[in-house]
């Protein structure tokens, strides 16, 4: 199998990894271009998913590892012990959401940009994909149906259009 060398980037650092291999991070060192705080995880990186101003990398293990700016996802201490068993991870500018294993979701970063998923928390179970906007997310549900939260006037509110986002 041969190893190919990957490319992820916020607005202002880039991070370059190759499965089981280091990750090497440069550019702005507050938006994800300083990662020695976090250098010792970055071992094994699987996917790196990147924001305006933070980087989410799934290692091996499928636990995620967060760095750049706190405000734009850089910071996931406060859902860490939730980043377990990781699938995919998706961006908005400046926050992220992470698929579990069980189809459930957790997100993180900014709060209006979708980085709090409270309000439509316990409608995220069963999630086949997440896509995000600048400043929302929305989530297509086995059902078909889809979920959005972020920033209301930006995407992040969908009941005008709720009875035609299902499919099935």
Known sequence: MVLQPQLAATDYAFAF???GRKTVTWGHGNFGGDSS???AQLWDVKEIQAN???????????SVVTWGYFA??????AVQDQLRRVQEIEATGTA???????RSVVTWGHPQSGGDSSEVQDQLRNVQQ???????????????????WGDPALGGFSSAVQDQLSLL
Not at 130 to 148: K, N, Y
């Open 17 to 19: 990894w190759c499965h």
């Open 37 to 39: 705080e976090v250098k």
């Open 52 to 62: 305006v101003g933070a980087f989410a990398a799934i290692l091996a293990d499928r």
């Open 72 to 77: 734009h996802g850089g910071d996931s201490s």
């Open 96 to 102: 992220f959401a992470a698929i579990l294993a069980d």
């Open 130 to 148: 997440i896509r995000g906007s600048r400043e929302a997310f929305a989530a297509i549900l086995e059902d078909g149906s889809v979920v959005s």
